[in-house]
């Protein structure tokens, strides 16, 4: 079983920067493929970026492709978000997720287990 916890979102204007993490319960956070979705009002949850368990391969949305940057500290049991350059159209809710199997998929029904989300929303 494994808790995840997100923070760091919040009310911010285009063209700026956020770093959302998510804090991990358990001693097996690192056994975990680590990805982030967003959803936001009337549309499907969508992938963002996925990091495998050992942080050495990485996968992004193409709509975030250059702006967001994902990373864990598996000694922290945290996987971090780093988003520049901000458009109004990634506001959403965004959720981490844990993936078992290390797959580094975009499919969210992959995923073992969800956090609660965090909003982010970017003004124009």
């Known amino acids: 079983q494994v808790q995840l916890v997100e923070s760091g979102g919040g009310l911010v204007q285009a063209g700026g920067s956020l770093r959302l993490s998510c804090a991990a319960s358990g001693r097996t956070f690192s056994t975990y493929a680590m990805g982030w979705f967003r959803q936001a009002p009337g549309k499907e949850r969508e992938f963002v970026a996925a990091?495998?368990?050992?942080?050495?391969?990485?996968s992004y949305a193409d709509s975030v492709k250059g702006r967001f940057t994902i990373s864990r500290d598996n000694a922290k049991n945290t996987v971090y978000l780093q988003m520049d350059s901000l458009k109004p159209e990634d506001t959403a809710v965004y959720y981490c997720a844990a993936d078992y199997a290390n797959r580094l998929t975009s499919w969210y029904a992959s995923y073992d287990y969800w956090g609660q989300g965090t909003q982010v929303t970017v003004s124009s």
């Open positions: 990091i495998s368990r050992s942080g050495g391969s990485r």
